[in-house]
């Protein structure tokens, strides 16, 4: 087995949290010809793969094809196993795999579900944060046991920065600020 590097580790988590299994954007400070160097690795070993990217829902573009449409890249099941996650049944790289969306499915459109390894609290806050009403540092720390500014220190840094994961806030009276993966 090969040994993953931290930046093959990060792109693959981050693409685990995110729906879809999208592997872009890559991280910060990976551009250009290492950019094509780790995820052409990346690609050899069999845990990324390029697929037509779905420009109406806003899916980054890693590649021009020149005939108005872009690739994309996701995450495969190799790339999930590698990371030590396992792929279900129901994960997006089953269903993002190489296949236009039809209008039926496109009508259906509501966020594929991530792929997070089960059982761990960050797989629980994501849960949370995933729910249409959210969740507040309360809930949070409720649920988890945690301190509160672990709570918070988990969002920032471990969601948004780490995971690269999009949360917006917004205070509901009766709950205060709620915090939703978006």
Known sequence: ??????????????????????????????????????????????????VEADLRRGEPVWRET??????????????LEVIGIEPNADSAVASARKVKPTPA????GTAKPVAIRAGTKQAQ??????????????????????????ARGMISGGLKKKLGLSITTEKVEGRGTVYRIC
């Open 1 to 50: 087995m090969t040994a993953l590097t931290e930046t093959q580790r990060l792109i693959l988590t981050r693409a685990a949290a995110r729906p879809g299994n999208l592997a872009l954007p890559l991280p910060k400070g990976l551009a250009g010809a290492a950019a094509k160097m780790a995820v052409g690795r990346m690609m050899a070993h069999g845990w990324l793969e390029e």
């Open 66 to 79: 020149g005939d108005g449409h872009g690739t994309t890249l996701i995450t495969t099941e190799a790339g």
């Open 105 to 108: 499915s496109e009508t259906a």
């Open 125 to 150: 806050i994501i849960a949370m944060l995933q729910r249409p009403e959210g969740a507040s540092i309360a809930e949070i720390v409720e649920a988890t046991g945690w301190q509160t500014h672990s």
